[in-house]
């Protein structure tokens, strides 16, 4: 079946960076891209761009530009997001999905991975 | 890019009440307009997508119509398992974007 499973949660301070990953399982990896969905605390859902997986072609969101990279490892069927110079208004949970072709949006969702930024 | 807004944010109704959701478009994109239940703490659940396709398992009291500007999701008979804040997405093209989220309670 269909699985991506997140890194565990991260604390981190001001100005640290932070890499969450991402494995996929139960397909073929390479066939769907994968999207990158953050969720502050108490907010709603803002998709932040998404990674084709047979070229490596990232598209950032607006907002998501600059600090935010999208990069994978084929080789281990993983996704990562890398984000710099952290800020306190990172702090959030951060979703990995599975994008459909046929559908063209998120179905299978990672189980999220909470960054928290605090000094 | 397509701005999405929903109406209302939250709402309280009674069990086996109906319930309607409107997610409206800053401009015309056909249908593929989908819609995502999240319950407190858990990871959204894809439930209509292309305005009115209802996700394999979904219960069939979850319906969705619309297109252009304009659609809705419609819980014809609410149950205490469907509180959970219900989100659209445009999945027209890139950039997707998420309405701000309709929250549902049980009255």
């Known amino acids: 079946q269909v699985q991506l499973v997140q890194s565990g949660s991260e604390l981190k301070m001001p100005g640290a960076s932070v890499k969450v990953s991402c494995e996929a399982s139960g397909y073929s990896f390479t066939t769907y891209a994968v999207n990158w969905v953050r969720q502050a605390p108490g907010q709603g859902l803002e998709w932040m761009g998404w990674?084709?997986?047979?070229?490596?072609?990232?598209t950032y969101a607006q907002g998501f530009t600059g600090r935010f990279v999208f990069s994978l490892d084929t080789s281990v069927n993983t996704a990562y997001l890398q984000i710099s110079s952290l800020k306190p208004e990172d702090t959030a949970i951060y979703y990995c999905a599975k994008h459909s072709r046929d559908l063209g949006l998120p179905d299978y969702w990672g189980q999220g991975t909470l960054v928290t930024v605090s000094s | 890019d397509i701005q999405l807004t929903q109406s209302p944010s939250s709402l309280s109704a009674s069990v086996g009440d109906r319930v309607t959701i409107t997610c409206r478009a800053s401009q015309a994109f056909s249908n593929y307009l989908a819609w995502y239940q999240q319950k407190p703490g858990k990871v959204p659940q894809l439930l209509i997508y292309?305005?009115?396709t209802l996700q394999s398992g979904v219960p069939s009291r979850f319906s969705g119509s619309g297109s252009w500007t304009e659609f809705t999701l419609t819980i014809s008979s609410l149950q205490p398992e469907d509180v959970a804040t219900y989100y659209c997405l445009n999945h027209n093209s890139a950039p997707l974007t998420f309405g701000p989220g309709t929250k549902v309670e049980i009255k």
């Open positions: 990674i084709t997986t047979n070229t490596e072609k990232p």
């Open positions: 292309s305005a009115s």
